[in-house]
């Protein structure tokens, strides 16, 4: 495919939009994952078909040519099995089968083989640290007696005191509150205690049964047999606690995931430090050495099976030498990198978390990732202009301090993106940033579903905001995400978002969607993704300056403008995420020139 440079900075070459299917069909070999791009879809948010308000397969599979066409490599889809959705769907209640909600079997089959069909690659949610209350196994240790091994499936444990009516330790939970609930024994008496680093309705299971670790093992292959490419796995560096569960009181300024200071930036599981070499203290419910055996297992079940398939772990752990065990030879292939969506938008931060990243992944022969945005974090359009310290997953509401200016922060996400897409290694991308969407800061309380705002009394927001469904048509009910005659949204949509709206951005020249669509076919063109970087020195402290390949890459993160080499022509440009003056690159802005 030729890739010609855009007439103008930022705006694309319409004629190479179109979906290619015939060209990008699955390819095998190569170890794809070391540079994929990769887009999140969260169902509940991403399209409804059959109009009840939240989104489902079949609305994912008739929007999948908009993913073609962006120019994605593989799609991850947020957990669609059976739940109750406690925890919007990240509570199983049956690993092997689709929720109602969702569609049903025959409609995951549907979209894997339309993916396929598309060249894109699909990888499913895995949430092995913990069920859903509702999940047959945990029912049945609920009626089976104390030290059964139906109660050996999960953190059961007695209380402490003369009653046994005091919490076994002292742990809380993610969410707020404790980390234990009581049950009441089936004559209406108080009995044991069960762990759940999550909400209540999220029991731990215990990782060091060898009956668990079988089911997962045969979950793997139910998926697998299925066709997927592979697993983002949930909760990666908790399956074990260590022995004797001992009192933990995180330090004031780490999060629950037990990190150091900078846990402060970011959300639901505080724990990451911009600094890659910070080591702050293991919690006992975080990062054991026993999780490591467990993938090991899980690598071996995927080699059973042709094709790359692939484990990516979701595992909040610091500094990256230590994340870079997850992602060891024979265990997974990747590991989200939440030190580099914490770094602020700042060049020495975002030098020394790439140069961290990198040198760290490297010690273990594995590929760097990139991240800015999920479903569990302030949507990076709205975070990178907080003028305020905001914790991981408590949100930001309209009584939030440091409320961003939504110009200023997509201007910085745009150009934070273009950093990101140009960097070698694979790229995460969550659903609506490619329209530049904000964070919804204003969503009515009464619509509020996050746990985290439940159980903290409404102190934390949490992460309704950056799950908004996504708007496709503008001036359409719902923005189009569901058909037209049919139910609200499942979280109300801001009436202004007409203009962050596919069919709004669609060919026009600097939009959101374009500046994606551009800086992917450009990454594939020149091969950012298995590209190797050089540091460009000479620009000042604030601005980000590599080359990878033949393209070189200056963002300014400062709010002056900098100066552009002055050889430069017209045509060196290849994207640009703000418009150019003469020679200089205006603040919040990158661009990439041919090198
Ligand atoms: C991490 C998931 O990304 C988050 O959404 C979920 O609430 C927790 N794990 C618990 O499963």
Redesign the pocket.
Known sequence: MTIETSPEPGLPDTAVTDAQPTETLIATGGEWWRSAVIYQIYPRSFADDDGDGIGDLVGITKRLDALAELGVDAIWLSPFMTSPQH??G??VADYCDVDPLFGTLADFDAMLEKAHALGIRLIVDL?P??TSWDHAWFQEALAAPEGSPERDRYMFRDGKGPNGDEMPNNWES?FGGPMWERTTNPDGTPGQWYLHI?DKS?PDLNWENPWVREQFHGILRFWLDRGVDGFRV??AHGLIKEAGLPDYTPPEDAGSMGGGAADALVG??PGIDADADADPATPPYWAQDGVHEIYRGWHAVLEEYDGERVLCA?AWVEPLTKLARWVRPDEMQQAFNFTYLSAGWSAPELRAVIDGSIAAFATVGAPSTWVLS???VVRHASRLALTAENLQGAGIGPNSPGLPDTAVGLRRARAATAVMLALPGSAYIYQGEELGLPEDIYLPDEARQDPTWFRTNHEKYG?DGCRVPIPWEAGAPTYGFGPADGAASWLPQPADWDVYARSAQQGVAGSTLELYKLALRLRAAHALGTGTLEWLGGYGPEVVAFRNGDVTVIANTGSTPVELPVERSADDVLLATEPLTEAALPADTAVWLRS
């Open positions: 925890d919007a990240y509570d949430v640290n913990h993610v999550f999220q949930d909760v639901l599981e979701e999920n479903h569990d992460r």
